[in-house]
């Protein structure tokens, strides 16, 4: 098997669905050793690799996830920080605190643990990190989501300026901001597939859903040396809604 990631090592937190397994599987497809990490343990068989049940918002759990890659590969290469959670759907005085709370503790402080340590134990050789934001945060606007939003804001933060502390140590940080794409995170209640293209298809300037290889396209470019030049940006992936 050969492509960019031949003789990698590579970790897609959020790997056991949507686009951390098709992440995941095209990694591998390309040649790198992917260690899956997630909740489910069933949900990451599924996805194949080497799965780590692990809860990013565990620092205990995240500290014996990068010891496992370190004690079994002694390195890391690549890491896509893409476990995140959707939520709230209601104006700010209305949302409980334990929703604002669950987001945050996925969606940022999961990003902060993550990349914590898998900072610690890239120092060695170098690497790339891609965090997944949403294009919801640093670039939209939706009432209602204020809280979803902005946790992916504080990813893009994190991620540019953790980018500029780390890039002289050979570990390059980046973030992905997708729009809308193929997974159940996109349905809201109750709507089918076909639902949401007819609702996208007024919505969003492109007129469809994303692809997962849309997104994972985008991904591995970041995880990859063909964008070496490319440091702490967020690159927006949603067929032009925020353009
Ligand atoms: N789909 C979209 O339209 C869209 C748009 C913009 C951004 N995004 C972002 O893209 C990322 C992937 O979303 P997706 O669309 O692929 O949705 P998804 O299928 O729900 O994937 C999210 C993954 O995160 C995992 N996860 C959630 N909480 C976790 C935790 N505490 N610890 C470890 N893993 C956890 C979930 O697995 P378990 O629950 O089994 O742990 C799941 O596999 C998310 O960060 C999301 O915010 C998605």
């Known amino acids: 098997m050969g492509g960019r990631f031949t ?5 897609v937190t959020g790997g056991g669905s949507g686009i951390g397994r098709n992440t995941a599987r095209a990694l591998a497809a390309e040649g790198a050793t992917v260690v ?20 990013v918002t565990v620092e205990a759990d995240v500290v014996g996830l990068l010891d496992t890659i370190a004690g079994r590969f002694g390195r890391l290469d690549v890491a896509v920080n893409n476990a995140g959670v959707f939520g709230g759907g209601m104006p700010l005085a209305e949302l409980p605190t334990a ?18 340590h898998e900072i610690g134990l890239m120092r060695a050789t170098g690497g790339t990190i891609v965090n997944v934001a949403s294009n919801i945060g640093a670039h939209g606007r939706r009432p209602g989501l204020g809280a979803y939003a902005a946790t992916k804001a504080a990813v893009s933060a994190l991620t540019r300026n ?20 193929d997974t159940a995170m996109s349905l809201r209640p109750g709507e089918t597939p076909e639902d949401r293209a007819d609702r996208l298809a007024s919505a969003l300037p492109i007129g469809r859903v994303g692809s997962l290889d849309e997104i994972t396209g985008a991904i ?9 030049f ?5 690159l927006v992936i949603d067929g032009g809604a925020t353009a």
Do not use: C, F, Q
């Open 36 to 55: 899956v990490a997630g909740r489910d343990k069933d949900a990451l068989a599924e996805t194949g690799g080497i799965p780590v049940v692990a809860d």
């Open 7 to 11: 003789d990698r090592v590579a970790l």
């Open 99 to 116: 929703e604002w709370d669950r987001l945050v503790a996925t969606n940022l402080t999961g990003v902060y643990l993550s990349m914590k």
């Open 162 to 181: 953790t980018a500029l502390e780390y890039i002289r140590d050979g570990i390059r940080i980046n973030a992905v901001s997708p729009g809308p794409a």
């Open 220 to 228: 591995l470019w970041l995880a990859s040396a063909e964008s070496g």
């Open 230 to 234: 490319t440091v702490g940006h967020d």
